[in-house]
């Protein structure tokens, strides 16, 4: 790693190489072992451990990406057949692992908006823990959620409003429902992971890793052949997504555009989102190109986390969105709960909205502020 | 009539004393009589003379306003039991032709914000020319109003998405109902309406109207009284009043604070409105302040105007959320149905918070423009 301290920015500074490259895919090769070892010990199912399992989950996913990403950014550097192979499998492999807290988050996410939306504000002690302890991507001021859906089964036998710190019966059923099916969703994402990490297709892709930590597959001629034209190419592919955008209307406050197709027919009414989910995934692999220019050790660029959180909003909100719609298409349920569902929908669409605002405001500070 | 060229920034300019009060009262009372006398040739039921009604109470109602207006900002001036006895007649009278206006708008923002969820974009020429006869309040693009419900008598017969503009059928259900208890509340308002116009109650107001175009009953003192300092005391009563709303917040984009009872199980979810429609009273009897102060003829002000549409939007947005939220409790309707009202609901409550908003910006304009 002696590239550590080269200054990207600085014309006269060394030409970074495919070595560099390699540095950097063994490190994270290294670190995808290492989250495979805690992952082995501390078993992945057990109650005490569970706390660690999801942090090992969280690592291997991490590692996953971040090689991923050089494959496809570095690309030209890198043995074709090998690179072929071993992206489709990594991509495998975080997306199954990525489901079951993504079912956890979007829950969260949901019954913090139902607290918010009935203006609760009781905040029993043990609620209040649970919510620490968990809500890792919600930031929203903590208010009670499982303590007021704790002895609920579904909405059959939705317990009076003054017990469930009041949230309506409406809104309490809809977190009842919610909460049944995203908690049925998780449990099946926790089952398809454990299944996925004793499978003989995970075998083969930690057996390629392990080797990718001594050895890394690069082309004859990457050693002496820089980075910097192929982590260039990834930053205007970002640019030019992002040029694509629509942030002059993103950047007007309450333009209604998020929710514009809330009751549409259509049944997958938001393809306005893909443009902007699109640019959260080139946000990422230029940001890992940075990384591995640096040798793993990029200095932080608050302009790209900030861009970065807002779209990370944007899919969560987007998703939450969609699972509060897809809830209002149970079978049977009580109109008020389908009322309250809509309310949430159209709660989080606007978040949809408010995040791109977010992203807009983030990235013209980085215009401004790069001459 | 000899104030209208004076100039109130002028430090040297004429005293405006009571004398001009009483022109401007005359010349109110003189319109109110002019604008019944409109209402009785156009007759106010036959279905030719539906639109100059329309306007024949519209106008009376201006009138009637600015008269009570003046009567409480110069109280000092006028004779105390004559005014005492004249407002509550006034008001009576103008909040009563004013409600079925109310429930017409009401019902066209809330079936034009059901097409721009519904993501509707057809547009049979018939449609246009309803929404483009009928809409002044609403402000936004024409969709297909009439004729995407026109076949619709309720819930049960709705008719199939293809047939109705694109409105799926939770959407078409919440219009059909919204439609119909709309319109019954709207007709029953015009049939009251019509009733007042014709009882004798009406009569001893119009008889004092006609009283006060000849002869304003003026304080002995008043004619040579100012009138500034009791406009400027109505000018410093706006002033308190939205410097204790929260602007810091309304200046905030999607601070989803307008939707934070949304699920409220309070049955009057919504007191955070309150301060904003006093400031809309405010802000209107400020502008009849200065209308009395100019002799009828003040310079338009278009920032107050920005600030005084901002919050008859905030206003209107406001009934609508709550016209949704009370069809929604409707015994026997659809899950579908209940949905639709949710995202139409929160779209309006959205509404809310964006014209708090708006009206934070066009104050924000008028204290950095005047120094």
Redesign the interface.
Known sequence: MAQQHLDPTDPTAEVVTGDTLGAYLRAQATEFLRALRLHRETGGSTAAGAEESVDAARLLRRSARRISGSLHTFRPLLDADWSEEMRPELAWLSGTLGLEHAYETRLERLLLA?H????ATVLPAQAVDVVAAGSRAAGAAPVPLKAALENTSGPANATP?AERG???V??AKAGALLERQLTLARTRAHSTALQALGSSRFHAVADKVAVLASEVPLTPAAPTTGLRPLAAAAEERLTDAIAALPLVVAGN??N?EA????????PS?HPQDGPWHQVRLLLRLHRYAQEALHGGNSPVDVRLLAAGRALNRHRDASEAAAAAAQA?RTPR???????????????QR??V??AR??FQQAWQKQTVSTP
Chains 1, 2 share one sequence.
């Open positions: 139902l918010r939306l009935s203006g409003t009041n949230l309506t409406g809104a406050p309450y209604a929710l514009v197709h809330g009751l549409s027919p259509d009414p209002a349920i009580a109109p008020a709960t389908a009322y309250a569902l809509g309310v949430l929908h159209a709660d606007h978040e909205e408010a605002f977010a």
